[in-house]
C-alpha cells in the first residue's frame, strides 16, 4: 500500500509534462481570449442589465466601448440582437428574462481561471486538465455558432460586440486545443480519480449558477407595474382600419399599433412570434406610420417611407399580413428607398407586389390610411410605436420590448382567472 | 498545499470579480427603477395623438369658423345642416370679401370644383380633383364646401342651384369614401349669387379646369373646398 502510494507521488519523469513555452504560449493564448470573452460578455450584461429599469437607453456597438459613441439609433445590429427574444431566456418567468450574455460572462471568466491556474501549476498539472480546458471550450463555440446562425437566418443582421465574443470562442477553442495536443504530446497523462473530474465540473457550474443567482436575487421586481397603463377610449373599428393577422379563433382580441418601419415593431413580432404567445392570442394591427408625409402629429419622418409602406399593407386586401411580415423584414431597405425618393420606395413595393400598381397614393387608400391615424387620434394614443392592447388593456410601453413575454403571459393569466366577458372589446 | 491554496484563491477571487460586478449593475437598474417610480408615478411626457391645429388657426379665425360652423349644423349640437346665403352672412357678421378672405390661408388646401353653367353635375377633372383634395386630410376636422352659382338667372333659382352643386360633392363623397366622419366634418355653405363671389384673385388656386377660361362667371359656378386644420 505504501509502496503503491509512493508510485503515485513520485511519477516518473517522463509522465511529467514540461514547462516549455511550447505549452504556456497557448495558455497564454487562451487566457488572453477569455478574458476578451469576459470583457465583451460583460459589456453585452451591462447593456442588458441597463433596461432593467424600463427605460430607453443607448447600448454599446464597438468592440472600443468607451472609445466609441454609443448606438441610440435603435436600428444598429447591436440593437437588434439585445431586443430579439434570443438574447434573454425564461422571459415569460422573470421580467426580460437572463439575459445569455450573463452566462457566456460567467463561462469566459472560467476559462480565464482555469488557464491562469494551469499557468500557475507548471508541472504539476497533469495532461486531464488540458483536456477538461478544452472540453469547456466547446461550450462557448457551440453557443457561438448558433448564435450566428440565429443572427444570419432570424435577425438578417450581425452584432459587433457579439461578433467578437465569437471571435473569442474560437480562439479560446483553438489555443485549447493546442495547448491539450501539446501536454497530451508531452506524455503527461496519468490516472485521475473520478472525483477529480466532478471538482472541476462543479467549479464550473458554479461559475455560472452563483452569477444567475445574484442576477435573480438583486434585479428589481415588476408587480405593482404591470399591467397599469389604461386602455382604449374607442375600442371599435368605425373606420375598418384593424387588420387581422393569422387568426387563432378563441383567442384574447389583441391590438398592435405598429409603424411598419420602425424596428422596435419588428422586434415586438420576432418576440411574439418566438416566444409562442401568439397562439393564444387574436391579433390585429392599426398602422401608425412615424412618417411626416401623413402624419401631422410627427414634425419630422422618424421612419421615412412608412406612409407609402403603410398604404401598401392597407390596399393589399387579404395579402395585408403578407405585405406587412415583407416590410418588416425589408425595413432598412424599405427606409433608405423611403428616405431617397418615394417614387424609388413605391417601384420596389410595386416589384414584389405587382397587384399593389395604381393602388399607392390613390385617394381611396390615402383616405383609409388617414382614418387608420384617426384611429389612433380617436383613442388618445401617445405618439410612439409600438404599442398593444391585450383584451382592451395596454402593455405598458416600458414593457413592449424585454418585458413583453412576462407581462404577456400575466395577462393571460389573470384573464383566464377573470369572469368571462372582463376586459374584452 | 500551496497550489491548492492558490486555486481556490483564484477560483473565489475570479468568480467574487464576476458575481460584484453583476450584482452591482443590477442593483443600479432596480434603483434607478424605484426612482423613476417615486418621479413619474405613472404619468410620461410624451405627445398624445390629435388632430392638427395650425399656425394659421390665430384665435379671431377660431371665433369666426366657430360661429360660421355651429350656426350651419357643421359642429356637433347645431341644429341644421348646411347655411343658406342669408344665414351665411348674418353669422359671419362680415362681408363678402372679408369672408372670402378668411380662407386665404388655406390656399394649399383648398380647390375649386368647378361646373358647367346651370348644372351641378361632377366632370370628371372636377371628381379627380375632389378625391384628390378630399384623400389629402391629414390632421384636418373640418371639410368646407362653399357653393357658388354665376350671376345668370334668377337670385332664387341660383340660390337652388348652388345648394344642388354643394349637394352633389357631398353625394360623390359619400359614396367615394365610405367615411363614417362625413356627417360631422363636411359643412355645407351655398351662397347662391348673393354672397361672397370670387374674384380674379382666385384664378391661381387650384381649379378643376385650370385651362379653361377663368372669368367671374367660370369662378363662381363652383364648389370652393377646403380642409381646415384647425381644433375648435
Known amino acids: 500500500m505504501l509502496a503503491q502510494a509512493g508510485n503515485h507521488t513520485c511519477l516518473p519523469r517522463r509522465e511529467v509534462a514540461p514547462v516549455g513555452s511550447s505549452q504556456r504560449t497557448p495558455l497564454l493564448v487562451v487566457a488572453v481570449a477569455a478574458l476578451a470573452g469576459a470583457f465583451f460578455a460583460g459589456v453585452l450584461t451591462f447593456d442588458f442589465v441597463a433596461h432593467l429599469d424600463r427605460q430607453v437607453h443607448a447600448i454599446t456597438c464597438s468592440v472600443t466601448p468607451g472609445l466609441s459613441a454609443p448606438d441610440s439609433s435603435g436600428s444598429s445590429g447591436c440593437h437588434a440582437a439585445l431586443m430579439s427574444p434570443y438574447s434573454s431566456v425564461a422571459r415569460r418567468w422573470t421580467w426580460g428574462g437572463i439575459p445569455i450574455s450573463l452566462p457566456a460572462l460567467a463561462v469566459f471568466a472560467f476559462l480565464l481561471f482555469r488557464s491562469l491556474d494551469l499557468l500557475l501549476a507548471g508541472a504539476a498539472r497533469p495532461a486531464q486538465a488540458t483536456a477538461f480546458l478544452l472540453a469547456a471550450t466547446l461550450l462557448p463555440l457551440f453557443a457561438s455558432i448558433v448564435y450566428f446562425l440565429l443572427s444570419v437566418l432570424r435577425l438578417k443582421t450581425l452584432c459587433t460586440l457579439c461578433t467578437a465574443l465569437y471571435v473569442a470562442s474560437i480562439a479560446c477553442f483553438a489555443a485549447a486545443l493546442v495547448a491539450h495536443r501539446r501536454a497530451a504530446a508531452g506524455g503527461s497523462l496519468r490516472p485521475v480519480a473520478w472525483g477529480w473530474h466532478i471538482v472541476q465540473f462543479c467549479e464550473g457550474v458554479l461559475f455560472v449558477a452563483i452569477p444567475v443567482l445574484v442576477y435573480l436575487l438583486v434585479k428589481p421586481a415588476y408587480p405593482e407595474q404591470v399591467a397599469h397603463c389604461g386602455g382604449l377610449l374607442h375600442p371599435e373599428d368605425r373606420y375598418q382600419v384593424r387588420l387581422p393577422l393569422a387568426r387563432q379563433g378563441g383567442g384574447v382580441p389583441t391590438i398592435e399599433v405598429l409603424d411598419p418601419l420602425c424596428p422596435a415593431c419588428r422586434a415586438l413580432s420576432l418576440r411574439l412570434g418566438a416566444s409562442g404567445l401568439a397562439q393564444q392570442l387574436d391579433r390585429e394591427v392599426v398602422l401608425f406610420p412615424l412618417d411626416a408625409t401623413c402624419n401631422w402629429m410627427v414634425s419630422e419622418s422618424l421612419h421615412p417611407g412608412s406612409c407609402t409602406v403603410s398604404e401598401a399593407i392597407l390596399a393589399a386586401g387579404p395579402q395585408a399580413e403578407t405585405v406587412l411580415t415583407w416590410a418588416l423584414d425589408h425595413q432598412p431597405e424599405l427606409r433608405t428607398l423611403g428616405a431617397r425618393s418615394e417614387k424609388e420606395l413605391s417601384a420596389r413595393i410595386v416589384k414584389e407586389f405587382p397587384q399593389l400598381a395604381g393602388a399607392l397614393g390613390s385617394p381611396a387608400v390615402k383616405s383609409r390610411l388617414n382614418r387608420s391615424l384617426r384611429w389612433v387620434v380617436a383613442n388618445s394614443l401617445p405618439v410612439l410605436t409600438p404599442q398593444v392592447f391585450v383584451g382592451g388593456r395596454k402593455v405598458c410601453d416600458e414593457d413592449t420590448d424585454l418585458g413583453l413575454e412576462y407581462v404577456l403571459t400575466r395577462l393571460l393569466h389573470e384573464r383566464s382567472l377573470a369572469p368571462s366577458g372582463v376586459g374584452g372589446r | ?232
Open chain 2, 1 to 232: 498545499m500551496r497550489s491548492g491554496l492558490r486555486h481556490v484563491a483564484l477560483f473565489l477571487g475570479t468568480l467574487l470579480a464576476v458575481t460584484a460586478l453583476v450584482a452591482a449593475w443590477v442593483r443600479g437598474a432596480a434603483v434607478r427603477l424605484d426612482r423613476l417610480v417615486a418621479e413619474q408615478s405613472g404619468e410620461r411626457a410624451v405627445a398624445v395623438a390629435s388632430a392638427a391645429d395650425e399656425g394659421y388657426c390665430t384665435g379671431e379665425l377660431k371665433r369666426i369658423l366657430r360661429r360660421v360652423l355651429t350656426s350651419c349644423g357643421l359642429v356637433q349640437g347645431g341644429s341644421q345642416r348646411g347655411c343658406q346665403p342669408l344665414q351665411a352672412r348674418s353669422v359671419a357678421a362680415m362681408s363678402g370679401a372679408d369672408f372670402n378672405a378668411l380662407f386665404v390661408p388655406l390656399a394649399d388646401r383648398a380647390a375649386i370644383i368647378q361646373f358647367d353653367q346651370d348644372s351641378a353635375d361632377l366632370d370628371a377633372q372636377a371628381i379627380e380633383l375632389l378625391d384628390r383634395t378630399f384623400a389629402d386630410q391629414r390632421g384636418a376636422s373640418y371639410f368646407l364646401v362653399v357653393s357658388r352659382a354665376s350671376p345668370e338667372g334668377s337670385v332664387a333659382y341660383n340660390r337652388e342651384l348652388s345648394r344642388r352643386r354643394a349637394e352633389s360633392v357631398l353625394q360623390h363623397l359619400e359614396e367615394r369614401f365610405h367615411d363614417p366622419d362625413l356627417e360631422r366634418e363636411v359643412g355645407l355653405l351655398w351662397l347662391g349669387e348673393e354672397f361672397a363671389q370670387l374674384d380674379r384673385e382666385f384664378c391661381q388656386w387650384q381649379r378643376s379646369r385650370p385651362t379653361g377660361p377663368c372669368g367671374g362667371a367660370e369662378l363662381n359656378r363652383s364648389a370652393f373646398v377646403a380642409w381646415i386644420d384647425c381644433r375648435l
